[in-house]
Every structure is written in C-alpha cells, then in structure tokens.
C-alpha cells in the first residue's frame, strides 16, 4: 500500500506540474512532467518525516538538483531547448538559477498540504 502512495504522489504531481506549466508559458515537456511527479513523490517522503520549513528546503534543493541533471540532458546533451535561465541573475550553465530555486521553495509548501493531505486520507497516519 505504501507503493501505491508514492505512485499516486507522483502522478498527481505529474498531471498537476504539467497543467501549472503549460497554464503559465503555454507549453510543457515530458521530461519536466517526469520532473513533477519525482519532486511530489519525494516531498510526500518528506512531509511525513519533518516539518513544513524543513521540507520546503529539501524540497527546493531536490528540484534544484534534478532540474540541473534534467537540463544537463535535455538542453545541452540532446539540445532540445526545453528552458534556459540564462539572463537570469545568478545561473550555473542557464540551468538552474537561484531565483527559480526560491519559486520552488515556496511552491513545496502547497505540495507540503497536499502529501499531508494525500497521507491523511490514504491511511490512518
């Protein structure tokens, strides 16, 4: 059962990022869906082991992270151009910037009420 909830977390955080992103620049790619979903999946592992701060920290540094590796990929390797951060203040390789970073920050404390939300009515915890 406990599978199933990390599989349903990752779904919704594939279908919900997908439809954000395309709600805001018109457009998504499967990759960053793939994003989504990883990131919801892993702050509802969080949000049941620390505290909201904590997570949207952990949070930020995992998208972060993973939005460097999927841009290493994506936009440099395979040259597909999916997003470039490169007039943004502060970016390493236009990959990743801080402003970006902190916009994950504060969008894992929604993601945050919705894992507590998704444990709370998946199991008795």
């Not at 979903?37 to 998208?63: D, E, Q």
């Not at 999916?82 to 916009?103: E, H, K, R, T």
Request: hydrophobic share 50%.
């Amino acid at each position: 059962m406990k599978f199933f909830r990390y599989i349903f977390s990752f779904l919704m955080g594939f279908f919900i990022y997908s439809l954000l992103e395309v709600a805001g620049r018109g457009y998504t790619h499967w990759t960053m869906a793939l994003c989504g979903g990883a990131v919801l999946a892993a702050v509802y592992g969080l949000s049941g082991r620390v505290r909201l701060i904590g997570c949207c920290a952990c949070g930020a540094l995992i998208t972060t992270g993973l939005e460097l590796i999927v841009g290493i990929f994506d936009n440099l390797i395979m040259g597909w151009q999916v997003w470039d951060y490169s007039d943004m203040p502060l970016n390493f390789l236009g990959q990743i910037c801080l402003p970006f970073s902190a916009g994950w920050f504060v969008l894992c404390a929604p993601a945050y009420f919705l894992c507590k939300n998704i444990r709370r009515r998946l199991t008795d915890q």
